[in-house]
């Protein structure tokens, strides 16, 4: 009896703790994760066009004191823009290839400013599907911006790659909302 009583203990024991692990596998099995893209959208127009934007990653210029550029992603339409400002004085970049990013596989992408000859330290670039899925698919291990006076180098850590990866993936799906579009419809009387 006192054999039977401790079987059948010993069975309830192995047999609660299994529930439990498969309830647990089920229910994380049914949680999606959800992250938080950010991504603004005004009323206001950039050439006439809606356009969305990411928040800003701020990356320290290693080769100055006290310096920082942003780094911002943007979509208008189906396209997707990069926006780099140094955040200095009197930076004046030209309208020419003028951005190298390297990626931790030891490969370098030049990139041609798509900003005309300015001295705020802005750099635009329409991303091509092609360049997308390259900083999509790849970590970024050094930026380097080449100005007049001189060059800027900004080196991304880890969790801003992931929050590149992560802005870049939010900007895919997302859709531009055409706000002008909005009426409110008066009610007949």
């Known amino acids: ?35 938080d893209c950010g991504i603004v959208q005004t009323k206001q127009k950039l050439d006439k066009k809606q356009f969305a934007s990411t928040p800003a990653l701020h ?10 550029a942003t780094l911002q992603l943007g979509k208008r339409k189906n396209k997707v ?19 190298d990013i390297f990626f931790k596989t030891g490969e370098v992408v030049t990139y041609k400013n798509g900003f005309s000859l300015n001295c705020e330290g802005f750099f635009a670039k329409q991303l091509s599907k ?7 698919l790849n970590d970024i291990d050094l930026i380097k911006l080449y100005t007049y006076k001189k060059n800027y180098e900004l080196y991304v850590s880890e969790v801003q790659n992931l929050d590149i990866d992560n802005q870049l993936d939010c900007l895919l799906a997302y859709k531009i909302k055409k706000t002008d579009e909005v ?7």
């Open 130 to 136: 092609k360049e997308f899925e390259k900083l999509r």
């Open 183 to 189: 009426k409110i419809k008066k009610e007949k009387k």
């Open 59 to 68: 990356l320290r210029v290693n080769n100055s004191d006290y310096v920082y």
């Open 1 to 35: 009896m006192k054999k039977s009583i401790f079987i059948f203990i010993i069975f309830l024991i192995g047999f609660f703790p299994a529930n439990a692990q498969e309830k647990i596998v089920s229910d994380s099995l049914e949680a999606v994760p959800s992250y």
């Open 81 to 99: 823009f990069m926006y780099i400002q140094v955040l200095d004085k009197n930076v004046c970049v030209k309208k020419d290839k003028v951005l």
